[in-house]
């Protein structure tokens, strides 16, 4: 009689003895790792934690009732609601497309597949700035492309929301498709074909197979959108024209009002950075639940 063994390859780590009712024991951080952990938190303790603790911490010194006039003030409400239609826009718009695109990407193969995959990722690259001038060359009344057409038409994109949509959407393209893509390259393409063996159409392929399997994908994707369109600043301040209470977002205003010196800056980021985190941890919450 033969015994299968497997043997561990030699730079493979050592397997976990088994402790006291067949869990494995846990291992002895060494010294090493003591050095790596602190390492990593005083890495994100200087570039993330003390940041926002500074402008919590001039938020709740300066008092309740700084924070209600900064927040309840006309101009911040407008930025406030003028923010939240431009976000949800570019969440939704880039949710649509990074859906279609990771399917495309991961479903098809054609010619000019790699292109589509290397041109998603250029705005993590391209300076904001860069993209709000190049906005402006293409969709300008006077200098851009489309311009003299637009105009005809009466439709007015730059210095106006539907251009801060643009710029929005266009910093924040890659992140649905990036959370959502490999997940449906892990999954593979049995399940879709299997069904549509069996009669079930394209929406229904979707809506009871590959929409159940990205969800939590395409959820992390649309949270890391919102935040990222919610703290855009440099594109959307080239082709907004930073309007007061017209086409001014909250950061364009967090910017003026610290700028200026006026009050009010610590209380709106505040804003910005409650609805960022609160949306993160929500997800971090529920995703454990539904795991199990």
Known sequence: MTTNT?????WAPPRPVAAAGGRPARRR??????????AALGYVGVLVALPLGTVLWRTADQGAAAFVDAVTAPDA??????????????????????VGAALLLARYRFRGRRLLDLLIDVPISVSPIIVGLALILAFGW????????????????????????????????????????????????????????????????????????????????????????????????????????????????????AEQFEPGAYQLSVVLIAVAALCIVIISIIRPHEKK
């Open 6 to 10: 497997q043997t561990q390859p030699p």
């Open 77 to 98: 409400i407008a930025a406030i609601r003028l923010t939240a239609i431009v976000a949800g826009s570019a969440v939704a718009i880039n949710t649509v497309f990074g």
């Open 142 to 257: 006077t200098t851009g492309w489309f311009g003299p057409a637009l105009q005809d038409a009466g439709l007015q994109v730059i210095f106006a929301t539907p251009g801060m949509v643009l710029a929005t959407a266009f910093v924040s393209l890659p992140l649905v498709v990036r959370e959502v893509l490999p997940v449906l390259i892990e999954t593979g393409l049995d399940e879709d074909q299997a069904a549509r063996s069996l009669g079930a159409n394209a929406v229904q392929r979707f809506r009871r197979i590959t929409l159940p399997t990205i969800r939590w994908a395409l959820a992390y994707g649309v949270v890391l959108g919102l935040a990222r369109a919610l703290g855009e600043f440099g594109a959307v301040r080239v082709v907004s024209g930073n309007i007061g209470s017209q086409t001014q977002t909250v950061t364009l205003l967090v910017d003026e009002r």
């Open 29 to 38: 951080t060494s010294r090493s790792g003591w050095t790596l952990r602190l």
